[in-house]
């Protein structure tokens, strides 16, 4: 049996008093908990996140660490511009989470070169002096060598250029390992509701409630907050053995200007993450599935573009972005740009934004506390200067499960396949595959038959079906 560290951060959650309760743990609520930790202010920081850390949308999304590119469309450069600054940070500060990815645009008819060409010239101008590497182009035969499935009618020329991937469930738990070793308390499966002058917790794995004691609340609830209009916008991806021969990902731009890339995906580098769409979502943040036209929608854009390919899907998975209400634009359109903001209550609200801006999100959102809560101290944000610690995870199942449970909190058997590895996103998941994964757990965690049963069972029907 493991020595279990959420029950003892559970119990300090209880009878401690808290100067900042963080509400959230995806990337949001992680970046911030460390941010302030980081800055040595004194303050003593709890962060709760009612599911597992990153089971929202930081764990579910396109994975990478990028400028943008489709954003220059919108003329948003200043977004551009802050997320290819934060990709060149994320790259210095966690190297062994984000690395530079190579993408291909495959240019067709006459106007495809000279139009990206001249975006990706203002990308390299954005980035800098911190860019990864200048954008280059193919010719179509070079783009058709490199690629040799692609679509050749009308098949011009290609563009190569750089951004970043993320293990994105990795680097949220990463940064929440952080908080905790720098003093945080944190705590998943613990919901938190408030009213002015109370906060109420939930174990939301025994139902058990207790109020706690907290001074200043950040609203880091993603899709499920409350705080201001939000638009769900919803974004989904299937999972396809390899599509691409090279090890370069795809961006495609469809006629609306959305973009769809084919991302190399994998442990051993044999599949095709496909995605995202963007349509809007009214049925809640529980309740998150693709649907039949988002499936077609990216089943013709591979037959599109693979012509010959004549895989089938293997699984899906779908998330939500919060961005900000902004009347009369599409749901691709609407911007990305975030917000922080108190209500009269005292809590400090965050949402919108982008996964890859989150470290200058959290640290704008930390300036805006410590002006409260610290008056007159100078406590710079370190998170840009500070490298989070390394992983390596064990290649067995037995210890990767044992690591996921004891290090990282996995409670449930969904915790290690989607946030600790993405075995999940893997493979169409059947009883036979999971059977081990969960023993194990069983064996660490003390379950019954029937909760390990349970477990499975539970797998098995909320997995994407393809
Ligand atoms: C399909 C898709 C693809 C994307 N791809 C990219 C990309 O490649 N690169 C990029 O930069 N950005 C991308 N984004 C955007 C990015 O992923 C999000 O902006 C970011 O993950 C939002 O993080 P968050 O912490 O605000 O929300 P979340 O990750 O959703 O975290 C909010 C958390 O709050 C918890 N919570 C809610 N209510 C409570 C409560 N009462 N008590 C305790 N906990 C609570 C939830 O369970 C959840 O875990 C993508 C978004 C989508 C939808």
């Known amino acids: 049996m493991i020595q279990d560290r959420r029950l003892s951060n559970l119990a300090r959650l209880r009878s401690e008093r808290w100067d900042v309760l963080v509400v959230g743990g995806g990337i949001n609520g992680a970046g911030i908990a460390r941010d302030l930790v980081l800055r040595e202010a004194g303050l003593k920081v709890a962060l709760v996140e009612k599911d597992h850390f990153a ?13 943008g590119l489709r954003y220059l ?8 511009s802050d997320a290819l600054h934060e990709r060149a940070t994320l790259l210095r500060v966690a190297p062994g989470l984000v690395q530079p990815l ?24 954005l980035a800098g002096g911190r860019n990864i590497g200048h954008h280059r182009a193919l010719s179509g035969a070079e783009t058709a060598k490199l690629e040799p499935e692609l679509a050749r009618d009308d098949l011009r020329a290609g563009l190569l250029f750089f951004d970043g991937k993320v293990h994105s469930a990795r680097l949220v738990i990463e940064n929440i390992l952080d ?20 906060v109420e917790i939930r174990d939301t794995l025994t139902g058990e409630e207790f109020p706690i004691r907290a001074k200043k609340i950040v609203n880091a609830t993603g899709a499920w907050s ?17 599509i691409q021969k090279g090890s370069e990902a795809i961006a495609y731009f469809d006629e609306k200007g959305r973009i769809i890339f084919f991302i190399p995906w994998g442990e051993n580098d044999d599949l095709t993450l496909v995605g995202t769409t963007d349509i809007d979502h009214t049925t809640g943040p529980e309740d998150v599935r693709i649907s039949d036209g988002e499936r077609s929608y990216l089943k013709s854009i ?41 209500t009269a209550d005292g809590v400090l609200h965050i949402s919108g934004g982008k996964y890859t801006t989150y470290r ?8 805006t506390l410590l002006r409260d809560v610290a008056p007159g101290r100078d406590l710079p944000c370190r998170t840009a200067t500070t490298p989070l610690p390394g992983f390596t995870p064990p290649k067995e199942m037995a210890p990767r499960v044992e690591m996921a449970v004891e290090r990282e909190f996995a409670r449930r058997l969904q915790d290690v396949l989607y946030v600790s590895t993405y075995w ?3 493979r169409h998941l059947d009883r036979a595959w999971l059977e081990p994964v969960a023993r194990e757990m069983q064996e660490l965690l003390w379950w019954t038959e029937d909760r390990t049963a349970r477990e499975i069972s539970f797998c098995v029907e909320q997995q994407g079906l393809p």
């Open 55 to 67: 089971s929202g949308t930081s764990g579910r999304n396109s994975q990478l660490i990028h400028g």
């Open 73 to 80: 469309k919108y003329f948003d450069f200043g977004l551009v």
């Open 179 to 198: 908080a905790e070793a720098h003093g945080a308390c944190v705590v998943n499966y613990a919901g938190a509701r408030w009213t002015p002058g109370e």
């Open 360 to 367: 200058e999100m959290s640290e704008e959102l930390v300036d």
């Open 102 to 125: 190579e993408f291909l645009i495959p240019c067709y008819g006459k106007t495809d070169r000279w139009f990206y060409g001249a975006g990706l010239t203002l990308y390299d101008a």
């Open 424 to 426: 999940g996103h893997e």
């Open 226 to 242: 409350t705080g201001a209009p939000l638009r769900l916008v919803r974004g989904s991806h299937l999972i396809y053995p390899r």
């Open 302 to 342: 591979v037959a599109r573009l693979f012509p010959a390919f004549r895989g089938e899907a293997i699984t899906s998975y779908s998330s939500l972005r919060p961005l900000l209400a902004e009347s009369g634009r599409s749901a691709t359109a609407t911007s990305r740009e975030h917000r922080i903001w108190e």
